[in-house]
């Protein structure tokens, strides 16, 4: 019998991350069973996924009494259920489920790594952050990873063991019908005017955590330039403030909240009705794997600005599919924007090429077909 358990740390990183994954690998696996803290869409995953899941108790936070009674509950449930392969990814759901299958003696432990907070961090926490992720490794019998940058990084200071990149990197690849612009222009301009947006206004958006790391401070100091300078250019913003964990400066968050020209949405599993409207669409970030919001924004038809780092740059042909620029400069990220809303033949011939790319590299099934061939393989069960 092949029985693989895919784990994350809360539901809504199944949801969200590897949509479709646990009902396509189940066409070549017994039993596929998914494991992650309930954040409260646990049976709509169930249903859409048509497959187990455990919730247990488990927090992003270093809790370590509670990480090491989850621990316990994982090292007794693998020893129950007996999976071929325990596959994991988000850094504690790796860290725990590593250590709690190498325990349970699972005979394939594998981690994917769609990101590295350390590489921001300083200090004491850089160094706990480093610890864990070496510690993850060690318990794994093999490492992904969603980049070939991130690869590089990992293989040159985190583990001695290969890092292995599925297809062209990304967690998932995307679904290139789900993110497809079938709005129709009366559809369109109905969603304007329910975010209280004008049929000639340039809506440029970001879709993620709301938080430092992601590029925010950077995002909104470009808007207050860009907003005296242009009327009609407006920020379309969907996602949750991260205030206790990696905030944005005050001064920006109330920004946020009080100008009329950004609009706010709280994060939402369906991107498609924002995407629809949107014109420009950015993501600053200081760090990413392999950002699922560029290539499900790309795959959407919408040309793209994000900073010259690991996976963003690997998406992003500069001025082919999108323009990349300088990490944590407002300035960059201003004229890059400015450069797309006043050269509209840069605009249109950039978002003639973006889908195209898109689907060509990270198509869905496609990268599961390769995903699965990699887990039998690694898995010893061709």
């Known amino acids: 019998m092949k029985k693989i358990i895919l784990m994350s740390t809360v539901s809504y990183s199944i949801e969200v991350l590897i949509k479709n994954q646990p009902r396509f690998l189940s066409q070549y696996f017994d039993e596929v069973e998914l494991i992650g803290a309930d954040s409260g869409d646990i049976l709509k995953i169930i249903e859409r996924e048509k497959v187990k899941f455990f919730p247990i108790e488990m927090e992003r936070k270093i809790t370590p009494f ?4 989850t621990v316990s509950q994982l090292i007794k449930h693998f020893r129950k259920e007996k999976p071929n392969i325990v596959y994991t990814f988000t850094p ?18 594998i981690h994917n790594v769609v990101g590295m907070p350390l590489m921001e961090a300083r200090g004491l926490k850089r160094v706990i952050l480093t610890v864990t992720e070496k510690l993850t490794y060690f318990f794994a019998t093999h490492v ?11 293989e040159k200071n985190l583990t001695k063991k290969n890092v292995k990149v599925i297809k062209e990197g990304s967690i998932n690849g995307v679904d290139i019908e789900f993110y497809k612009d079938n709005f129709t222009t009366l559809e369109k301009q109905e969603i304007r005017e329910q975010l209280n947006f004008n049929s000639d206004d340039f809506i440029v958006s970001f879709m993620g955590r709301i938080v430092k790391d992601k590029g925010v401070n950077e995002l909104v100091d470009s808007f207050k330039v860009l907003t005296k300078k242009y009327k009609n250019i407006k920020l379309l913003i969907v996602g949750k403030f991260e205030q206790e964990l990696n905030p944005i400066e005050e001064e920006n968050f109330l920004f946020i909240q009080n100008n009329p020209n950004i609009k706010v949405i709280d ?41 010259d780092i690991n996976g963003c740059n690997e998406i992003i042909s500069h001025k082919e599919n999108g323009l990349l620029i300088e990490p944590k400069s407002s300035e960059s990220l201003c004229d890059a924007i400015e450069e797309l809303y006043l050269n509209k ?13 898109i689907v060509k590299r990270y198509e869905q099934q496609q990268f599961l077909r390769e995903l699965k061939d990699c887990l039998f393989k690694d898995g010893n069960l061709n």
Not at 66 to 69: A, G, T, V
Not at 144 to 154: D, P, Q
Not at 280 to 294: C, D, Q
Request: with cysteine; net charge positive; proline share 5%.
């Open 66 to 69: 509670k990480d090491l009674k």
């Open 92 to 109: 504690k759901a790796g860290l725990l489920g590593m250590i709690a299958a190498f325990f349970a003696m699972v005979p394939t432990r």
């Open 144 to 154: 992904y990873c969603n980049s070939f940058g991130l690869k590089e990084y990992i």
């Open 267 to 307: 994060f939402q599993n369906d991107l498609r009705k924002y995407l629809t409207v949107t014109d420009l669409f950015v993501l600053p970030s200081y760090r990413e794997g392999l950002p699922n919001s560029l290539i499900e924004a790309g795959s959407y038809g919408l040309p793209l600005i994000a900073t």
């Open 345 to 357: 033949t840069l605009y249109e011939e950039i978002k003639s090429n973006v889908r195209n790319m």
